[in-house]
């Protein structure tokens, strides 16, 4: 499966963006479907993540009451909205999917395909 992420951008402190992850070569069926981000000189973290049989979506502390994760079934897409946007979310954001379990769902080497990234940069 490839991954495509997009939506990124420059948003003012505050503001809200919405991330979009387009599935091809085959739909999101059977994975868990992730979101992470990777800030300059930081490693890659964990932002949310869904899984697209069902079930709640789980998130950061970092993110939670801010970030909302969806799935749009008929379009085979992945969305991340962002509110509340803080300059500390500043960083490229990737969607990634993985054949993960609830232990290994937060963890990024358990992914598969990832997206190419999408920059979000968040001024103060």
């Known amino acids: 499966v490839q991954l495509q992420a997009s939506g990124g951008g420059l948003v003012q402190a505050g503001g809200s963006l919405r991330l979009s992850c387009a599935a091809s070569g085959r739909t999101f069926s059977g994975y868990t479907v992730g979101w992470f981000r990777q800030a300059p000189g930081n490693e890659r973290e964990f932002v949310t993540y869904?899984?697209?049989?069902?079930?709640?979506?789980v998130y950061a502390d970092s993110v939670k009451g801010r970030f909302t994760i969806s799935r749009d079934f008929a379009k085979n897409m992945v969305y991340l909205q962002m509110n509340s946007l803080k300059p500390e979310d500043t960083a490229a954001y990737y969607c990634?999917?993985?054949?993960?379990?609830?232990?290994?769902?937060?963890?990024?080497?358990?992914?598969?395909?990832w997206g190419q990234g999408t920059l979000v940069t968040v001024s103060s």
């Open positions: 869904i899984r697209w049989s069902g079930g709640s979506p």
């Open positions: 990634a999917v993985g054949r993960t379990i609830t232990s290994t769902s937060r963890n990024a080497r358990y992914y598969d395909h």
